[in-house]
C-alpha cells in the first residue's frame, strides 16, 4: 500500500522558516518522482516543487524559486522542502504526491495528472 505522510507544517510569521517531510512507502523509492503542492483557500491547486529520486532532478515554480529548496533521503524514503522568506501568500494546505514510475514524467511536473498517489496535506499559515 502505497502511503505519503506529510509534516512539518505550522504557523510561522512573514520571513520565517519551515521544513516540511513527505515519508514515502509501498513503492521503490529510487525510480520515483516527488512533488509538493499547494491549495490556498478559495484558489486552485498549483505546484509548488518536484524532485526525481531517479537523477535527482529538481523542478520549481516560479513564486518559489530561490525561497524554496526540494531534497530527498532516499535511505529514509522522504522528501523534504525547505521553505525560507516566508510570505502570507505562501499559506496554503501543502501536499505531496508521487509519481511512482518516473518515465520523465518529472519533466511534466505540475501536471497533477501525472501523479499517482497524494497525502492528506499539511497546514502552513504564514502571518504578515
Known amino acids: 500500500e502505497v502511503q505519503l505522510v506529510e509534516s512539518g507544517g505550522g504557523l510561522v510569521q512573514a520571513g520565517g522558516s519551515l521544513r516540511l517531510s513527505c515519508a514515502a512507502s509501498?513503492?521503490?523509492?529510487?525510480?520515483?518522482?516527488i512533488g509538493w503542492f499547494r491549495q490556498a483557500p478559495g484558489k486552485e491547486r498549483e505546484g509548488v516543487s518536484c524532485?526525481?529520486?531517479?537523477?535527482?532532478?529538481?523542478y520549481y515554480a516560479d513564486s518559489v524559486k530561490g525561497r524554496f529548496t526540494i531534497s530527498s533521503d532516499n535511505a529514509k524514503n522522504t522528501v523534504y522542502l525547505q521553505m525560507n522568506s516566508l510570505a502570507p501568500e505562501d499559506t496554503a494546505v501543502y501536499y505531496c504526491?508521487?509519481?511512482?514510475?518516473?518515465?520523465?514524467?518529472?519533466?511534466?511536473?505540475?501536471?497533477?495528472?501525472?501523479?499517482?498517489?497524494w497525502g492528506r496535506g499539511t497546514q502552513v499559515t504564514v502571518s504578515s
Open positions: 524532485i526525481s529520486s531517479s537523477d535527482g532532478s529538481t
Open positions: 504526491a508521487v509519481m511512482v514510475t518516473d518515465y520523465s514524467r518529472s519533466h511534466y511536473w505540475d501536471y497533477e495528472s501525472n501523479y499517482d498517489y
Open positions: 509501498g513503492f521503490t523509492f529510487d525510480d520515483s518522482a
